[in-house]
Protein backbone atom coordinates (compact mmCIF):
# COMPACT_ATOMS: atom_id res chain seq x y z
CA UNK A 1 0.00 0.00 0.00
CA UNK A 2 1.26 3.49 -0.76
CA UNK A 3 1.53 5.73 1.87
CA UNK A 4 -1.06 7.85 3.67
CA UNK A 5 1.39 9.14 6.50
CA UNK A 6 0.28 12.95 6.27
CA UNK A 7 -3.74 11.90 6.30
CA UNK A 8 -5.91 13.91 8.39
CA UNK A 9 -5.88 12.13 12.10
CA UNK A 10 -3.29 12.22 10.11
CA UNK A 11 22.36 -2.89 5.69
CA UNK A 12 19.69 -4.60 8.91
CA UNK A 13 22.99 -7.23 10.03
CA UNK A 14 21.75 -10.29 8.55
CA UNK A 15 23.84 -13.30 7.35
CA UNK A 16 22.53 -15.01 5.07
CA UNK A 17 23.71 -17.85 3.21
CA UNK A 18 23.74 -17.10 -1.30
CA UNK A 19 23.09 -20.60 -2.98
CA UNK A 20 22.97 -21.57 -6.37
CA UNK A 21 25.81 -19.73 -8.14
CA UNK A 22 27.00 -21.46 -11.01
CA UNK A 23 28.59 -21.14 -14.54
CA UNK A 24 26.66 -21.44 -17.88
CA UNK A 25 26.65 -25.19 -17.77
CA UNK A 26 23.62 -26.49 -16.29
CA UNK A 27 24.10 -28.43 -13.43
CA UNK A 28 21.71 -30.26 -10.77
CA UNK A 29 21.77 -28.80 -7.31
CA UNK A 30 20.83 -30.80 -4.25
CA UNK A 31 17.14 -29.94 -3.55
CA UNK A 32 15.45 -28.43 -0.62
CA UNK A 33 11.78 -30.37 0.01
CA UNK A 34 10.68 -26.28 -0.11
CA UNK A 35 11.02 -23.81 -3.22
CA UNK A 36 9.72 -20.53 -3.06
CA UNK A 37 9.89 -17.69 -5.86
CA UNK A 38 9.71 -14.11 -4.80
CA UNK A 39 11.88 -12.78 -1.42
CA UNK A 40 9.16 -10.04 -0.37
CA UNK A 41 7.18 -10.14 2.38
CA UNK A 42 4.68 -13.01 0.95
CA UNK A 43 7.79 -15.59 0.68
CA UNK A 44 9.60 -14.87 4.21
CA UNK A 45 6.01 -15.19 5.83
CA UNK A 46 5.57 -18.50 4.52
CA UNK A 47 9.34 -19.56 5.19
CA UNK A 48 8.16 -18.85 8.68
CA UNK A 49 5.34 -20.14 9.20
CA UNK A 50 6.50 -23.29 7.57
CA UNK A 51 9.27 -23.63 9.89
CA UNK A 52 7.06 -22.78 13.35
CA UNK A 53 3.85 -25.09 11.81
CA UNK A 54 6.38 -28.01 10.98
CA UNK A 55 7.96 -29.18 14.02
CA UNK A 56 6.45 -32.78 13.25
CA UNK A 57 6.18 -32.50 9.88
CA UNK A 58 9.96 -32.65 9.22
CA UNK A 59 10.59 -30.03 6.38
CA UNK A 60 14.14 -30.46 6.03
CA UNK A 61 14.68 -26.83 4.15
CA UNK A 62 13.66 -24.14 2.28
CA UNK A 63 15.12 -22.37 -0.65
CA UNK A 64 13.96 -18.70 -2.01
CA UNK A 65 14.11 -17.17 -5.09
CA UNK A 66 14.73 -13.66 -5.79
CA UNK A 67 15.53 -12.01 -9.17
CA UNK A 68 16.87 -8.69 -7.72
CA UNK A 69 19.59 -8.29 -5.72
CA UNK A 70 17.82 -7.74 -2.64
CA UNK A 71 14.69 -8.56 -0.49
CA UNK A 72 11.72 -7.41 0.41
CA UNK A 73 9.79 -7.33 -2.83
CA UNK A 74 7.56 -3.74 -3.21
CA UNK A 75 9.03 -3.05 0.32
CA UNK A 76 12.12 -1.14 -0.51
CA UNK A 77 13.77 2.38 0.08
CA UNK A 78 15.60 5.02 -1.78
CA UNK A 79 18.15 7.43 -0.55
CA UNK A 80 17.61 10.93 -0.44
CA UNK A 81 20.13 13.41 0.55
CA UNK A 82 21.37 10.82 2.87
CA UNK A 83 18.65 9.59 4.45
CA UNK A 84 16.26 6.54 3.64
CA UNK A 85 12.46 6.83 2.91
CA UNK A 86 10.28 4.02 1.86
CA UNK A 87 9.04 3.98 -1.83
CA UNK A 88 6.91 0.96 -1.86
CA UNK A 89 4.48 -0.43 0.85
CA UNK A 90 5.02 2.16 3.68
CA UNK A 91 2.28 2.27 6.63
CA UNK A 92 1.20 -0.89 8.74
CA UNK A 93 -2.19 -0.83 10.62
CA UNK A 94 -1.98 -0.82 13.93
CA UNK A 95 -4.38 -3.69 14.54
CA UNK A 96 -2.20 -5.76 11.83
CA UNK A 97 -1.14 -8.96 14.14
CA UNK A 98 1.26 -10.59 11.94
CA UNK A 99 3.67 -7.96 11.28
CA UNK A 100 3.58 -6.57 15.27
CA UNK A 101 4.00 -9.92 15.67
CA UNK A 102 6.83 -9.94 13.07
CA UNK A 103 8.62 -6.97 14.67
CA UNK A 104 8.47 -8.26 18.20
CA UNK A 105 10.37 -11.10 17.43
CA UNK A 106 13.34 -9.44 15.08
CA UNK A 107 14.00 -6.80 17.56
CA UNK A 108 13.24 -4.00 15.14
CA UNK A 109 12.26 -0.63 15.84
CA UNK A 110 8.59 0.80 15.29
CA UNK A 111 8.64 4.08 14.21
CA UNK A 112 4.87 5.63 14.50
CA UNK A 113 4.00 8.78 12.34
CA UNK A 114 3.09 11.50 14.25
CA UNK A 115 0.16 13.80 12.49
CA UNK A 116 -0.02 16.92 14.58
CA UNK A 117 1.41 18.76 12.43
CA UNK A 118 0.33 18.07 9.30
CA UNK A 119 -2.07 19.84 6.52
CA UNK A 120 -3.97 18.30 3.78
CA UNK A 121 -5.28 20.24 0.44
CA UNK A 122 -7.55 18.67 -1.81
CA UNK A 123 -6.57 19.97 -5.66
CA UNK A 124 -8.61 19.99 -8.54
CA UNK A 125 -6.46 21.12 -11.18
CA UNK A 126 -7.34 24.54 -10.49
CA UNK A 127 -7.49 25.63 -6.80
CA UNK A 128 -7.39 24.18 -3.86
CA UNK A 129 -11.07 23.04 -3.34
CA UNK A 130 -10.71 22.21 0.32
CA UNK A 131 -7.36 23.23 2.71
CA UNK A 132 -6.58 22.65 6.14
CA UNK A 133 -4.24 24.96 8.32
CA UNK A 134 -0.80 24.36 8.39
CA UNK A 135 1.37 24.66 11.27
CA UNK A 136 4.17 27.25 11.49
CA UNK A 137 7.91 25.53 11.69
CA UNK A 138 8.58 25.34 15.29
CA UNK A 139 5.05 25.98 16.97
CA UNK A 140 4.21 24.93 19.77
CA UNK A 141 0.40 24.78 19.24
CA UNK A 142 0.53 21.33 17.15
CA UNK A 143 -2.36 20.13 19.32
CA UNK A 144 -4.61 23.03 19.19
CA UNK A 145 -4.19 23.68 15.04
CA UNK A 146 -4.83 19.61 14.44
CA UNK A 147 -7.82 20.18 16.32
CA UNK A 148 -9.36 22.95 14.75
CA UNK A 149 -8.33 21.24 11.68
CA UNK A 150 -10.37 18.53 12.97
CA UNK A 151 -13.49 20.83 12.88
CA UNK A 152 -12.68 21.91 9.20
CA UNK A 153 -13.22 18.26 8.53
CA UNK A 154 -16.08 17.67 10.29
CA UNK A 155 -17.44 21.14 9.24
CA UNK A 156 -16.99 19.97 5.31
CA UNK A 157 -17.73 16.28 5.77
CA UNK A 158 -20.68 16.20 8.55
CA UNK A 159 -21.66 13.29 9.73
CA UNK A 160 -20.56 11.35 6.71
CA UNK A 161 -17.66 10.96 8.21
CA UNK A 162 -18.68 8.78 11.22
CA UNK A 163 -20.95 6.97 9.14
CA UNK A 164 -17.44 6.40 7.07
CA UNK A 165 -15.42 5.29 10.09
CA UNK A 166 -17.94 2.72 11.66
CA UNK A 167 -17.84 0.93 8.37
CA UNK A 168 -14.00 1.05 8.52
CA UNK A 169 -14.90 -0.65 11.86
CA UNK A 170 -16.70 -3.03 10.95
CA UNK A 171 -14.56 -4.24 7.99
CA UNK A 172 -11.33 -4.51 10.17
CA UNK A 173 -14.04 -6.79 12.49
CA UNK A 174 -14.06 -9.22 10.01
CA UNK A 175 -10.45 -9.14 8.98
CA UNK A 176 -9.41 -9.97 12.88
CA UNK A 177 -11.00 -13.44 12.45
CA UNK A 178 -8.16 -14.67 10.49
CA UNK A 179 -6.02 -14.25 13.89
CA UNK A 180 -7.96 -16.39 16.21
CA UNK A 181 -6.84 -19.66 17.67
CA UNK A 182 -6.36 -22.38 14.77
CA UNK A 183 -8.77 -24.97 15.81
CA UNK A 184 -11.25 -21.72 15.04
CA UNK A 185 -10.10 -21.44 12.41
CA UNK A 186 -10.00 -23.48 8.62
CA UNK A 187 -7.18 -23.91 6.55
CA UNK A 188 -8.79 -22.43 2.68
CA UNK A 189 -8.04 -24.27 -0.33
CA UNK A 190 -9.83 -20.87 -2.18
CA UNK A 191 -9.73 -17.33 -1.69
CA UNK A 192 -13.19 -17.25 -2.34
CA UNK A 193 -13.72 -19.80 0.91
CA UNK A 194 -11.67 -17.71 3.28
CA UNK A 195 -13.01 -14.29 2.21
CA UNK A 196 -16.58 -15.63 2.78
CA UNK A 197 -15.57 -17.43 6.34
CA UNK A 198 -14.43 -13.75 7.56
CA UNK A 199 -17.37 -12.54 5.82
CA UNK A 200 -15.36 -10.22 3.65
CA UNK A 201 -16.39 -11.72 0.02
CA UNK A 202 -19.30 -9.67 -0.69
CA UNK A 203 -17.01 -6.44 -0.48
CA UNK A 204 -15.34 -7.43 -3.39
CA UNK A 205 -18.25 -8.15 -5.69
CA UNK A 206 -19.40 -4.12 -5.62
CA UNK A 207 -17.36 -1.32 -5.78
CA UNK A 208 -16.48 1.30 -3.24
CA UNK A 209 -19.00 3.81 -4.51
CA UNK A 210 -21.34 1.28 -4.61
CA UNK A 211 -20.77 0.41 -0.65
CA UNK A 212 -20.28 4.07 0.66
CA UNK A 213 -23.30 5.23 -1.25
CA UNK A 214 -25.52 2.42 0.19
CA UNK A 215 -24.16 3.25 3.76
CA UNK A 216 -24.95 6.77 3.85
CA UNK A 217 -21.84 8.61 3.11
CA UNK A 218 -22.50 12.13 1.31
CA UNK A 219 -21.37 12.04 -2.17
CA UNK A 220 -18.85 15.23 -1.30
CA UNK A 221 -17.15 13.46 0.98
CA UNK A 222 -16.92 10.30 -1.50
CA UNK A 223 -15.74 12.18 -4.60
CA UNK A 224 -13.05 14.20 -2.16
CA UNK A 225 -11.96 12.37 0.79
CA UNK A 226 -12.50 9.36 -0.07
CA UNK A 227 -11.39 9.56 -3.49
CA UNK A 228 -7.92 11.42 -2.13
CA UNK A 229 -7.02 8.47 -0.31
CA UNK A 230 -7.80 5.55 -2.94
CA UNK A 231 -5.93 7.83 -5.50
CA UNK A 232 -2.98 7.73 -3.02
CA UNK A 233 -2.83 4.22 -1.97
CA UNK A 234 -3.83 1.93 -4.81
CA UNK A 235 -3.64 4.26 -7.76
CA UNK A 236 -7.27 4.14 -8.64
CA UNK A 237 -10.87 5.94 -7.83
CA UNK A 238 -13.74 4.72 -6.09
CA UNK A 239 -14.63 2.39 -8.56
CA UNK A 240 -12.03 0.60 -7.36
CA UNK A 241 -13.29 -3.26 -5.56
CA UNK A 242 -15.19 -2.26 -2.75
CA UNK A 243 -12.79 -4.32 0.04
CA UNK A 244 -9.31 -3.27 -1.32
CA UNK A 245 -11.05 0.42 -0.97
CA UNK A 246 -11.98 -0.24 2.53
CA UNK A 247 -8.74 -1.69 3.19
CA UNK A 248 -7.06 1.96 1.71
CA UNK A 249 -9.60 3.39 4.00
CA UNK A 250 -8.08 1.84 7.12
CA UNK A 251 -4.91 2.90 5.78
CA UNK A 252 -5.45 6.60 6.76
CA UNK A 253 -6.08 5.64 10.31
CA UNK A 254 -4.20 7.02 13.66
CA UNK A 255 -1.60 5.06 15.05
CA UNK A 256 0.18 3.87 11.25
CA UNK A 257 3.81 2.98 11.71
CA UNK A 258 6.96 1.71 9.73
CA UNK A 259 10.18 -0.27 10.71
CA UNK A 260 12.81 1.79 10.96
CA UNK A 261 15.47 1.83 8.72
CA UNK A 262 12.75 -0.09 6.06
CA UNK A 263 10.31 -2.27 6.00
CA UNK A 264 11.91 -4.67 3.81
CA UNK A 265 13.81 -5.47 7.11
CA UNK A 266 10.98 -7.75 8.08
CA UNK A 267 11.88 -10.20 4.96
CA UNK A 268 15.20 -10.24 5.70
CA UNK A 269 14.58 -10.72 8.75
CA UNK A 270 11.92 -13.37 8.70
CA UNK A 271 14.49 -15.37 5.94
CA UNK A 272 16.97 -15.65 8.62
CA UNK A 273 14.82 -16.69 11.24
CA UNK A 274 13.50 -19.71 9.05
CA UNK A 275 17.05 -20.52 8.02
CA UNK A 276 16.03 -21.01 4.48
CA UNK A 277 18.22 -20.80 2.03
CA UNK A 278 18.51 -17.73 -0.34
CA UNK A 279 19.10 -17.35 -4.17
CA UNK A 280 19.32 -13.36 -4.82
CA UNK A 281 19.82 -12.28 -8.11
CA UNK A 282 18.23 -15.52 -9.47
CA UNK A 283 15.50 -15.33 -11.93
CA UNK A 284 12.92 -19.23 -11.99
CA UNK A 285 12.57 -19.14 -16.18
CA UNK A 286 10.35 -22.57 -16.03
CA UNK A 287 9.00 -25.05 -13.29
CA UNK A 288 8.42 -28.27 -15.11
CA UNK A 289 6.23 -31.24 -12.91
CA UNK A 290 8.39 -34.45 -13.37
CA UNK A 291 6.29 -37.55 -11.43
CA UNK A 292 5.84 -36.01 -8.21
CA UNK A 293 8.52 -33.67 -7.89
CA UNK A 294 9.86 -30.27 -9.49
CA UNK A 295 12.38 -28.91 -11.98
CA UNK A 296 12.97 -25.23 -11.64
CA UNK A 297 15.16 -23.94 -13.40
CA UNK A 298 17.00 -20.62 -13.48
CA UNK A 299 18.30 -17.43 -15.24
CA UNK A 300 21.96 -19.40 -13.96
CA UNK A 301 21.46 -22.60 -15.82
CA UNK A 302 20.84 -24.22 -12.44
CA UNK A 303 18.58 -26.75 -12.21
CA UNK A 304 16.64 -27.34 -9.08
CA UNK A 305 14.14 -30.42 -7.79
CA UNK A 306 11.44 -29.85 -5.26
CA UNK A 307 8.95 -31.49 -3.84
CA UNK A 308 7.05 -28.34 -3.30
CA UNK A 309 6.78 -25.35 -5.13
CA UNK A 310 5.18 -21.95 -3.92
CA UNK A 311 4.95 -18.85 -5.97
CA UNK A 312 5.34 -15.90 -3.96
CA UNK A 313 5.31 -12.83 -6.58
CA UNK A 314 2.51 -11.82 -8.75
CA UNK A 315 2.14 -13.74 -11.89
CA UNK A 316 1.18 -11.49 -14.07
CA UNK A 317 4.36 -9.73 -15.66
CA UNK A 318 6.76 -12.87 -15.19
CA UNK A 319 7.55 -15.16 -17.85
CA UNK A 320 7.77 -18.18 -16.00
CA UNK A 321 6.93 -21.33 -17.76
CA UNK A 322 5.21 -23.40 -15.77
CA UNK A 323 4.87 -27.52 -17.38
CA UNK A 324 1.80 -29.04 -17.40
CA UNK A 325 0.26 -25.32 -17.91
CA UNK A 326 -1.58 -23.52 -15.10
CA UNK A 327 -4.79 -21.42 -15.46
CA UNK A 328 -5.03 -18.54 -13.68
CA UNK A 329 -7.43 -15.53 -14.52
CA UNK A 330 -6.03 -12.15 -16.39
CA UNK A 331 -5.29 -9.80 -14.04
CA UNK A 332 -3.66 -6.31 -14.78
CA UNK A 333 -1.38 -4.80 -12.56
CA UNK A 334 -1.46 -1.37 -11.83
CA UNK A 335 1.89 0.55 -11.97
CA UNK A 336 2.66 3.53 -9.75
CA UNK A 337 5.57 6.07 -10.92
CA UNK A 338 7.06 7.14 -7.80
CA UNK A 339 9.38 10.45 -7.92
CA UNK A 340 11.03 12.11 -4.89
CA UNK A 341 12.41 15.57 -5.67
CA UNK A 342 14.60 17.52 -2.83
CA UNK A 343 13.63 20.77 -3.29
CA UNK A 344 10.82 23.44 -3.17
CA UNK A 345 7.55 23.52 -4.46
CA UNK A 346 6.69 26.11 -6.48
CA UNK A 347 3.74 28.19 -4.71
CA UNK A 348 2.83 29.87 -8.32
CA UNK A 349 1.97 26.44 -9.69
CA UNK A 350 -0.73 25.94 -6.99
CA UNK A 351 -2.14 29.80 -7.54
CA UNK A 352 -0.82 30.38 -4.04
CA UNK A 353 0.79 33.59 -2.42
CA UNK A 354 4.02 31.62 -0.90
CA UNK A 355 5.39 28.01 -0.47
CA UNK A 356 4.46 28.22 3.11
CA UNK A 357 0.52 27.71 2.00
CA UNK A 358 1.62 24.90 0.68
CA UNK A 359 -0.09 22.12 2.59
CA UNK A 360 2.04 18.93 3.87
CA UNK A 361 0.01 16.44 1.46
CA UNK A 362 -1.19 17.70 -1.99
CA UNK A 363 -4.40 15.05 -2.52
CA UNK A 364 -6.39 15.49 -6.03
CA UNK A 365 -9.96 14.32 -7.42
CA UNK A 366 -10.35 11.97 -10.05
CA UNK A 367 -9.78 13.72 -12.77
CA UNK A 368 -7.86 12.27 -16.09
CA UNK A 369 -6.01 15.19 -17.00
CA UNK A 370 -3.95 15.90 -13.90
CA UNK A 371 -0.86 14.72 -14.07
CA UNK A 372 -0.04 13.97 -10.49
CA UNK A 373 -2.33 11.43 -7.96
CA UNK A 374 -0.59 13.04 -4.25
CA UNK A 375 2.44 15.33 -3.21
CA UNK A 376 3.33 14.74 0.09
CA UNK A 377 6.36 15.98 2.17
CA UNK A 378 8.71 13.13 3.28
CA UNK A 379 11.17 15.50 5.29
CA UNK A 380 11.88 19.06 5.96
CA UNK A 381 15.30 20.24 6.42
CA UNK A 382 14.63 23.73 6.07
CA UNK A 383 12.04 26.35 5.31
CA UNK A 384 13.17 26.06 1.52
CA UNK A 385 14.42 22.59 1.58
CA UNK A 386 12.42 19.47 1.68
CA UNK A 387 11.65 15.76 0.42
CA UNK A 388 8.70 14.86 -1.30
CA UNK A 389 6.91 12.14 -2.79
CA UNK A 390 4.99 12.32 -5.68
CA UNK A 391 3.00 9.44 -7.09
CA UNK A 392 1.14 9.68 -10.62
CA UNK A 393 -0.23 6.85 -12.81
CA UNK A 394 2.07 7.89 -15.67
CA UNK A 395 5.91 9.48 -15.63
CA UNK A 396 5.57 13.08 -15.26
CA UNK A 397 8.07 14.90 -17.97
CA UNK A 398 11.03 16.95 -16.82
CA UNK A 399 9.88 19.87 -17.77
CA UNK A 400 6.35 19.71 -15.72
CA UNK A 401 9.03 18.99 -12.82
CA UNK A 402 10.00 22.15 -13.27
CA UNK A 403 6.67 23.85 -13.36
CA UNK A 404 5.71 21.94 -10.67
CA UNK A 405 8.98 22.98 -8.85
CA UNK A 406 10.85 25.96 -8.48
CA UNK A 407 14.27 24.47 -7.14
CA UNK A 408 15.19 20.83 -7.67
CA UNK A 409 18.57 19.52 -6.03
CA UNK A 410 18.11 15.82 -6.72
CA UNK A 411 14.75 13.52 -8.27
CA UNK A 412 14.47 9.51 -8.49
CA UNK A 413 11.95 8.49 -10.96
CA UNK A 414 10.56 4.87 -10.02
CA UNK A 415 7.74 2.75 -11.99
CA UNK A 416 6.42 -0.09 -9.42
CA UNK A 417 4.14 -2.60 -10.60
CA UNK A 418 2.47 -2.01 -7.00
CA UNK A 419 -0.56 -3.59 -7.37
CA UNK A 420 -3.48 -5.40 -8.78
CA UNK A 421 -6.20 -3.53 -10.88
CA UNK A 422 -9.00 -3.48 -8.80
CA UNK A 423 -12.30 -4.48 -10.33
CA UNK A 424 -15.43 -5.48 -9.41
CA UNK A 425 -16.57 -8.19 -9.36
CA UNK A 426 -13.31 -9.68 -8.34
CA UNK A 427 -12.30 -13.11 -9.85
CA UNK A 428 -9.40 -14.76 -8.18
CA UNK A 429 -6.64 -17.36 -9.00
CA UNK A 430 -6.66 -20.57 -7.00
CA UNK A 431 -4.39 -21.52 -4.08
CA UNK A 432 -3.00 -24.33 -5.58
CA UNK A 433 -2.16 -24.36 -9.05
CA UNK A 434 -2.36 -28.09 -9.66
CA UNK A 435 -3.35 -31.10 -8.38
CA UNK A 436 -0.11 -32.05 -6.20
CA UNK A 437 2.08 -29.07 -4.71
CA UNK A 438 2.22 -26.32 -6.57
CA UNK A 439 0.67 -23.17 -4.66
CA UNK A 440 0.20 -19.16 -5.40
CA UNK A 441 0.34 -16.71 -2.17
CA UNK A 442 -0.67 -14.22 -4.59
CA UNK A 443 -3.75 -15.71 -5.20
CA UNK A 444 -5.31 -13.76 -1.91
CA UNK A 445 -4.31 -10.23 -3.31
CA UNK A 446 -6.97 -9.14 -5.92
CA UNK A 447 -9.11 -8.91 -2.32
CA UNK A 448 -6.15 -6.06 -0.79
CA UNK A 449 -2.67 -5.72 -1.42
CA UNK A 450 -0.79 -4.84 1.56
CA UNK A 451 2.22 -6.59 3.80
CA UNK A 452 -0.25 -7.84 6.11
CA UNK A 453 -2.81 -9.54 3.79
CA UNK A 454 0.62 -11.01 2.18
CA UNK A 455 1.25 -12.40 5.42
CA UNK A 456 -2.54 -13.71 6.45
CA UNK A 457 -2.33 -14.88 2.58
CA UNK A 458 0.95 -16.68 3.22
CA UNK A 459 0.05 -18.39 7.00
CA UNK A 460 -2.95 -19.70 5.14
CA UNK A 461 -0.79 -21.51 2.23
CA UNK A 462 1.60 -22.68 4.61
CA UNK A 463 -1.05 -24.61 6.74
CA UNK A 464 -2.53 -25.67 3.13
CA UNK A 465 1.01 -27.46 1.98
CA UNK A 466 1.12 -28.97 5.31
CA UNK A 467 -2.33 -30.21 5.74
CA UNK A 468 -2.31 -31.66 2.11
CA UNK A 469 1.45 -33.26 3.23
CA UNK A 470 0.33 -34.95 5.98
CA UNK A 471 -3.24 -35.44 5.99
CA UNK A 472 -3.76 -33.12 9.10
CA UNK A 473 -3.10 -29.69 10.52
CA UNK A 474 -0.09 -28.41 12.79
CA UNK A 475 -0.95 -27.59 16.73
CA UNK A 476 1.98 -26.55 17.92
CA UNK A 477 1.54 -22.98 17.00
CA UNK A 478 4.25 -20.20 18.77
CA UNK A 479 1.50 -17.02 18.56
CA UNK A 480 -0.87 -17.43 15.81
CA UNK A 481 -3.21 -19.14 18.98
CA UNK A 482 -3.34 -16.21 21.12
CA UNK A 483 -6.28 -14.57 21.43
CA UNK A 484 -6.19 -10.84 19.83
CA UNK A 485 -6.11 -9.48 23.20
CA UNK A 486 -2.74 -11.53 24.40
CA UNK A 487 -1.02 -9.56 21.98
CA UNK A 488 -1.18 -6.00 24.03
CA UNK A 489 -3.31 -4.64 22.42
CA UNK A 490 -7.55 -4.41 23.08
CA UNK A 491 -9.96 -3.73 20.57
CA UNK A 492 -13.30 -2.30 20.81
CA UNK A 493 -14.67 -2.56 17.38
Request: aromatic share 0%; charged share 30%; net charge negative.
Given at each position: MAEPDVLFLFLLSVSFT?????SATTRVVSSPSICVIGGGIGGSSLAYFLKSYSSDQNISSIRIFEKSGVVGGRMATVEVAGDKFEAGASVIHPKNMHAIRFAQLLNLKKKTRKDDASSIGIWNGQKFIFKTVSLPPNSRFGKIISFLNSLLVLKRYRWSLFRMHRFVERTVHCFLKYYQQLEARPVFE????MLQWAGLHSLTQRTLQEELAEAGLSQRLISELVTVITRINYGQDVSISALAGTVSLAGSDSGLWSVEGGNWMLAAGLINHSNASLNLGEE????ARIGRMYELKSTRGSSYSCEVVVAATPLDELNISFSPPISV???????TYTTFVRGLLNHGYFGLNSHKEIPDLVGTIED???PFSSIGVQKTYSID???YKVFSRSAIPE???DQMFSRRQETIRLNWAAYPHFMAPEVFAPFMLDGLHLYYVNAFENAAST???SAVAAENVARLILKRLSSGTPTDVHYIGMSVSEYGHKFDL
Open positions: LTGRSTVEEILSVPQRKLMHLNLDKVELLIET
